[in-house]
């Protein structure tokens, strides 16, 4: 067998892992070649955030990119990712009005109804937290253009929730399992065949930032400077809070960051209600100051409040496991202090 000239080379060179010098040197190359911002500096938090933001670093913010060794961190060039998913978020968001303007057979309480639906399927296939963000980011995408009848609404769910999970899972459901799950109301043909409809009309464009997207970012910030409760709980509650506003056809438009930081807001007073839940790390890593979030943590408490009465249970019974911290049963306060949206970052 030929052995490839690459390895035959002189100039390829292999490090002992004993050699202590030579590694840390490698390692400094390493680090100092993968920087993929504009900035020269180092030092510090290094985020480039110019095109979304101008905004002072000041020593208080703490630094959520500085371990290199956990490559599913992408400290090198998080925080390029998270620049391109701000531009991106407005690209590929729904029409905030297509039930008015395009739907003529359904309403928002149809869509509501789907959506919770959705939510027991997916708990029933344990499909992975995107999975379902991206099913009604689908679903809302192709009402925006395509007329459609109740009758139909349940199979554009379970087509949607279909493409959804072969994007997530390496071995997803197969559509055989969709139709059991509408009681065969549907065929497989129908299923492939809205399937095909909403891949054609999305032109395939699957990749779409979501609230979760955001919402794993900015709860490790909110995490930072929490000590009196478990970062675990205030991640199932903001998760919560973010499940219920995919219900809330009028939460549409709001952008994905937005309805994310916010739920980071509203779990943060929840879990802590005598403290301003925001700081200059959460300034920082999500761009948004208390005054930008005022209308959206408004609508989003009102769901909060308003869940413990909803003929829709299907995510407050998720949310009342106890692996979810039963974060679902926390006491909601029925007011927010308004001096909380005040911008006295500290």
């Not at 009309?201 to 930072?224: N, S």
């Amino acid at each position: 067998m030929d052995i490839s000239p690459t390895f035959k080379s002189p100039q390829a060179k292999y490090l002992d892992s004993n050699d202590v010098p030579a590694i840390d040197s490698f390692e400094r190359k390493t680090f100092s070649h993968l920087c993929t911002s504009d900035l020269s500096e180092t030092t510090g938090n290094i985020c480039n955030r110019d095109v979304l933001a101008e905004m002072e670093v000041d020593d208080e913010v703490v630094n959520l990119d500085n371990n290199y060794m956990d490559p599913q961190l992408c400290a090198t060039f998080a925080c390029d990712i998270y620049k391109h998913l701000r531009a991106s978020e407005v690209k590929k968001r729904p029409s905030i009005d297509f039930m008015e303007t395009i739907q003529k057979d359904i309403n928002t309480n149809m869509r509501a109804i789907l959506i919770d639906w959705l939510v027991k399927v997916a708990e029933e296939y344990r499909l992975v937290p995107d999975t379902l963000y991206l099913t009604v980011n689908y679903i809302d995408r192709y009402l925006s253009g395509n007329v459609i009848n109740r009758q139909r609404l349940q199979l554009l769910g379970v087509a949607c929730m279909m493409i959804a999970a072969k994007y997530e899972k390496i071995c997803a459901s197969q559509v055989e399992e969709f139709c059991y799950v509408t009681e065969n109301t549907y065929s497989k043909e129908e299923v492939l065949e809205m399937e095909s409809a909403v891949l054609n009309y999305l032109k395939f464009e699957m990749t779409v930032p979501t609230v979760k997207c955001f919402l794993r970012r900015f709860v490790r910030a909110a995490a930072q400077e929490i000590n009196e409760v478990p970062s675990m709980q205030l991640e199932c509650l903001a998760n919560y809070i973010a499940e219920l506003s995919l219900l809330e056809y009028s939460m549409l438009c709001y952008a994905p960051s937005l309805i994310a930081a916010s739920a980071i807001f509203l779990a943060k007073f929840i879990l802590l209600p005598s403290r301003r839940p925001w700081n200059s790390t959460l300034h920082h890593y999500t761009l948004y100051t208390p005054s930008d979030l005022i209308d959206c943590v408004k609508d989003l408490h009102r769901l909060c409040c308003n869940n413990l009465d909803s003929t829709l249970p299907a995510i407050r019974g998720k949310y009342s496991q106890h692996k979810y911290k039963c974060v679902a049963e926390k006491h909601c306060p029925p007011s927010i202090p308004l001096e909380f949206f005040h911008n006295q970052i500290h």
